[in-house]
């Protein structure tokens, strides 16, 4: 691995640079090599050719800056190993463990927790720590036991905690974590508080969803709201709304707004960050009679929908009955080019037209592109 600097101190990218902290082993930054125009290029290109059909439609991508590109990962999740007698967080290779605590994309905030806790944890090979976990100023320690482990350590916190950025730290019992992280039930509070605020003042807690560039993100959201322009009469829906971000934009226009989300304690957030919307809690899919029960109101001319689902893109019974309920335009913000396009090439042939998608880089130095798709329902036309 090569180690080098820019004159200025900083870290250089580029062709077999690797910045201070980057083990060139690590897959994670899978462009790190590229300069930022390269990885730009490339995504565009992946973008137009897993989406070709409306390769005409797609508006240049809005990108990170420089200094945006780096320390921008304030959501980790990392495997947790003993070596050499020391507590390492990294990722898997193998069966071995690579840490990644110095990793220069981890926000100052994550490298900070990790050094203290490293420093912390009990000297203890019989802890069964398996996992940690950072959302923003929330983190968990996830524990392979049902049985709490000794915790007169915690002490250390009152010292270094709120240095290191940290306002909370859990510790979750999950036995059978693995696959997924975190389960409903054994979440316990070592120290601090329960709920952090981010740069914007919206509420979240551990196990939140949150988007890494809160920037480019707010531009997303830009974008859609100018699109849909929700007003005074119209119903807004708002599926896979998480800690309800974009509940309060649709909101301050005055329409009526319902969001629905999976995980509890999103949902308990969503309630606090946009007061006034309907909220229901369960999958998209399970929630639709309630949903055509907040739409019964508003004509179909006023109906308008945001969604944001995850990696696997609408579930089916959700595609299905989004024509159905006739909403005038839909705004799709998607992590998957390819679940994208499905749901799209669906759209279209059930009545929509794809006016414009927009790429953001909300994960540079990564192959991963966000693309926010605006729909128009062909009986909106005049
Ligand atoms: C890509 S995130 C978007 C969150 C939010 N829109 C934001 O930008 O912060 C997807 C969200 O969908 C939720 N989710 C996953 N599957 C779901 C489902 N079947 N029904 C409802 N919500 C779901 C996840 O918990 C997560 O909060």
Partial sequence: MRIETTPTGGPAFGEGFFPRGCSSLC?????RSLSREESEAQKRGWLASKLAPWADRLAPLEGATEAESLGYRDRVRLHVRRIDGRWRFGMLRGDELLPLEDCPVHSSRVRRSLALLSRILPDDPLLPLAFYAQSGAQATLIVKSRTRPDLTWTKGLDEGGVESGLEGLWLH??????????????????????????????????????????????????????FLAPCMGDGVVDLYCGNGASLARWLRRGAAVVGVELSGE???????????????????????????????????????????????????EVARWLPRAGFRRIAYLSCSAGTLRRDMTFLEEAGYDVLRLRPYDFFPRTRHVECLALLSSRDDRP
């Fill in 27 to 31: 897959r994670a930054c899978d462009h």
């Fill in 173 to 226: 019992l999950h036995p059978s974590a693995g696959r997924r992280l975190f389960a409903n039930r054994e979440w316990i509070l070592l120290w601090g508080q329960r709920r952090s605020q981010d740069s914007g003042g919206l509420v979240y807690g551990p196990c939140a969803f949150q988007q890494l560039l809160p920037r480019l993100y707010e531009r997303s959201l830009d974008e859609a709201e100018a």
């Fill in 266 to 316: 999103a949902m308990e957030n969503a309630a606090v960050n946009g007061p006034g919307a309907s909220l229901l809690r369960g999958c998209c899919a399970e929630r639709i009679p309630q949903l055509d029960s907040f739409l019964s109101p508003h004509a179909r001319s006023r109906r308008l929908a945001y969604v944001n689902p995850p990696r696997t893109g609408l579930e089916p």
